[in-house]
């Protein structure tokens, strides 16, 4: 009888240990992986400014300019600092076409992209989504001895309490460069 109760006793510290070992490994590992997913929430813009251009440059024109709206949605959606916000316009400007940058000073570029991010941040506008031209809808030709390619791309803008999505169409001309690469020589809002 006595070693019944002993054996119980035994059994029941057993028992509870085990779920107290089980309870303190449930609370370690869920405050890592609520680490884990704040860090990689937070790292949006860091992840579109890793990629190198230097090495890893958009091989088509429907690459560069997915690149260039996932730079966009950052400018827009994300926060970041004032070091980040300058790492992401000189990502962009990689992007365009030396003609086209050659439209403004470096401190002109940035003047006008912290209006612009500005009001569109004041209106509480963001960008929901985008939308690139299919590669089968993209259109190359050549003018003045450069190979060159027209397509679109579709912002949808959203507003708090709007409800809605606004679509804003974009139609952006590219033109290779000596090292072939494709670059943003200009682009203009689609009207309807």
């Not at 569109?120 to 190359?140: H, P, R």
Request: contains cysteine.
């Amino acid at each position: 009888m006595k070693h019944s109760k002993i054996a119980k006793t035994v059994i029941i510290v057993v028992i509870l240990a085990a779920i107290i070992l089980v309870y303190y490994y449930y609370l370690g590992h869920r405050a890592k992986r609520q680490e884990v997913e704040e860090a990689v929430a937070a790292t949006v813009v860091q992840s579109v400014l890793m990629r190198d251009l230097e090495h890893n440059y958009p091989p088509t024109p429907k690459e560069v300019v997915k690149y260039y709206a996932e730079i966009t949605e950052c400018f827009y959606n994300e926060t970041y600092t004032d070091e980040e916000l300058t790492l992401l316009a000189d990502k962009i400007q990689q992007l365009y076409d030396a003609e086209l940058a050659a439209n403004k000073t470096q401190e002109q570029y940035m003047e006008d992209l912290k209006t612009e991010i500005a009001e569109m941040k004041g209106k509480q506008l963001t960008i929901a989504s985008y939308e690139v031209s299919a590669s089968t809808d993209v259109e190359e030709f050549t003018q003045s001895g450069y190979s060159c390619a027209r397509l679109y791309c579709t912002f949808y803008l959203r507003q708090p309490g709007n409800g809605g999505r606004v679509a804003s169409q974009e139609r952006f001309v590219l033109r290779k460069d000596e090292d072939g690469h494709w670059k943003i020589l200009g682009w203009e809002l689609v009207e309807d």
